[in-house]
């Protein structure tokens, strides 16, 4: 099993900049993409990046495309981190935001295809 826990998402003034974490433990050998999503109340999980952890290829949705990187780092052998760097935020970038991973090289947007959730980190962004 791997266990995914996210921090750093805060209350920010629109324009700020904010940097998020996952980290995964337990069997991460085997992990082979690693993403982020965010949900709104009442809406649906909607996909930000994801990244290839082998090879580090990356994917970005349209709404973090210019404003938002994803990175990673080995920690050891049982654990793996990966981050969100989110500049010039937007009110409309309020969100829970969710850390996903999976064993499988799908490089997909789509929730559906990831095994292992995190909790969420909750970012708010007053305007």
């Known amino acids: 099993q791997v266990q995914l826990a996210e921090s750093g998402g805060q209350l920010v003034q629109a324009g700020s900049s904010l940097m998020l974490s996952c980290t995964a433990s337990g069997r991460t050998w085997e992990i082979h993409d690693m993403a982020w999503f965010r949900q709104c109340p009442g809406k649906e999980r909607e996909f930000v990046s994801l990244i290839q952890w082998s090879g580090g290829a990356t994917v970005y949705a349209n709404l973090a495309r210019g404003r938002f990187s994803i990175t990673r780092v080995n920690r050891d052998n049982t654990k793996k981190s990966v981050y969100l760097h989110m500049d010039s935020l937007e009110p409309e970038d309020t969100a829970r935001y969710y850390c996903?991973?999976?064993?499988?090289?799908?490089?997909?947007?789509?929730?559906?295809?990831?095994?292992?959730w995190g909790q969420g980190t909750q970012v708010t962004v007053s305007s």
């Open positions: 996903a991973a999976t064993d499988y090289d799908r490089l997909s947007s789509q929730a559906l295809a990831y095994e292992f």
